[in-house]
Nanobody, 119 residues
């Protein structure tokens, strides 16, 4: 079982930056692929960014060039640095951990952190 705790959300103005953190429990963090998703009011949860256990990264087109995902395995933490924020980035941001071990998929979610961008 992995517990994920997000932090770093808040209220910012358009054009400003925020860094989200997601701290994971346990000693197997480095084996998980980590990702950030977000959900705006009235919308489905959507993919934002991912980083594999091998540190390959992938981004949604809407955030490419503005957001950067990274991980620190020594601290069991994944980060999302968000620059040039736009009002449309307003959402609850969720951390996700995923791995498949011997054919068994393990997937965990954090509780989310609110990001609000004012125009």
């Amino acid at each position: 079982q992995v517990q994920l705790v997000e932090s770093g959300g808040g209220l910012v103005q358009a054009g400003e930056s925020l860094r989200l953190s997601c701290a994971a429990s346990g000693r197997t963090f480095s084996t998980y692929h980590m990702a950030w998703f977000r959900q705006a009011p009235g919308k489905d949860r959507e993919f934002v960014a991912a980083i594999t256990s091998g540190r390959s990264t992938n981004y949604a087109d809407s955030v490419k060039g503005r957001f950067t995902i990274s991980r620190d395995n020594a601290k069991n933490t994944v980060y999302l640095k968000m620059n040039a924020l736009k009002p449309e980035d307003t959402a609850v941001y969720y951390c996700n951990a995923d791995r498949t071990l011997f054919g068994h998929t393990q997937n965990y979610w954090g509780q989310g952190t609110q990001v609000t961008v004012s125009s």
